[in-house]
């Protein structure tokens, strides 16, 4: 093959995979989730969708034993109920922010086949007392949850 | 110089790593797995600063032809694609753990997979060149546009609906970050550009003598 043959064939490649990141991503990434009011003003049953919003304080419910997980997301105007089998994420907790991915089950609710906690930039010590902190604190975590 | 970059990129990542588990308290919401933060962040912006000189040393061959230029841009893309790499995996073991999944599709990890893409796909095309200053010219090209995915990457997250929050120390507005916690992340920067310019140093060595063997 030619240099000129390789270069094309290389940059037909780098194009190919660029152009199928790019649409694949653009299309699904932009609107990465929708919020509740989004969700409610036409919700289509079946329909695969991925959902953000803020967990409704006081909605949560968790069934250990069958793994039913049950809880509102709400963006302030419009809330979705929720439902959910498995375990959730450990920072997924009420008053924070989750995206959840699924389908509208044309019941009332959103059946979630997967969690996703989001989390804030913000980053701050346990006790607000930052001196005792660190390698005290690292090495306790360490030994268990028994010591903490 | 080489050597002393060396021994101070050693020393840096010894700080780095006292300050990041020695230091810096545990996050309050997600324990002491936000301290892969401080590998994390300084490895995308090390990766920044590659790719920024990738596109300054593009243009500078494209408009001095001095072979110089290019093995600046060559040496620091190959390894901003090795931060960038660092920056996807420390990423996607922070993200099982806290956001409940090692990977999705939002706008940053995308344009950031993207952005690993492109400058894989600069190193693959200039592996191929066979001729010594055509090869410069077309990566020159390619080092240039994929340059335009670095602010993208960076304002994803102000820009588009993500799962990834939003900048803490780069940001427009500053969020809130325990003051021991963010002496630790500058340690880290440091320390990781320290060993940013090491191997640039090192591999700019190498690439010369090829050139000189070439000749």
């Not at chain 1, 989390?119 to 268990?144: C, F, R």
């Not at chain 2, 001095?64 to 073991?93: K, M, N, P, Q």
Request: glycine share 10%; aromatic share 10%; charged share 15%.
């Amino acid at each position: 093959m030619s240099h000129r043959g390789k270069f094309l064939l290389g940059g037909a490649v780098i194009l190919g995979a660029l152009g199928y990141l790019v649409y694949a991503g653009v299309s699904q990434s932009v609107v990465y989730f929708v919020t509740p009011s989004e969700l409610q003003a036409q919700p289509v049953p079946g329909k695969a969708y991925r959902l953000g919003g803020l967990v409704a304080p006081g909605s949560l419910k968790w069934e250990a034993r069958s793994l039913d997980l049950s809880f509102v997301l709400s963006d302030g105007k419009t809330s979705v109920p929720v439902r959910h089998k498995g375990t959730p994420p450990d920072l997924f907790a009420e008053g924070r922010g989750a995206v959840v991915e699924g389908t509208w089950s044309g019941e009332g609710y959103f059946k979630a086949s997967l969690i996703m906690a989001k989390h804030s930039e913000e980053y701050k010590a346990p006790h607000g007392n930052e001196a005792q902190a660190g390698y005290k604190e690292l090495l306790n975590t360490l030994k268990g949850p028994g010591t903490r | 110089m080489t050597r002393w970059l060396g021994w101070l990129a050693a020393l840096g990542l010894l700080a780095g790593l006292a300050m990041g588990f020695g230091y810096a308290p545990k996050d309050a919401v997600q324990g002491n797995v936000q301290r892969i933060m401080y590998l994390h962040v300084p490895s995308i912006l090390t990766a920044y600063v590659a790719f920024a000189l990738v596109l300054a040393g593009s243009l500078g061959f494209l408009f001095t032809r001095r072979l110089a230029w290019d093995r600046l841009a060559h040496a620091a893309g190959e390894i901003g694609v090795v931060f960038t790499a660092l920056t996807l995996v420390s990423g996607s073991i922070w993200g099982k753990p806290t956001w409940g999944t090692w990977w999705t599709w939002d706008a940053r990890l995308t344009s950031t997979a993207i952005l690993f893409v492109v400058y894989v796909g600069y190193l693959l095309l200039r592996s191929m060149a066979e001729e010594r200053d055509r090869g410069a010219r077309y990566a020159a090209v390619v080092g240039i546009m994929g340059a335009v995915n670095i602010p993208i990457v960076h304002f994803s997250v102000l820009w588009w609906r993500t799962l990834h929050q939003p900048p803490t120390i780069l940001s427009p507005e500053r969020a809130p970050m325990a003051p021991a916690m963010l002496r630790a992340l500058l340690v880290n920067v440091v320390a990781l550009l320290l060993v940013f310019l090491y191997l640039l140093s090192k591999r700019l060595t190498v690439r010369r003598l090829e050139d000189e063997l070439r000749a």
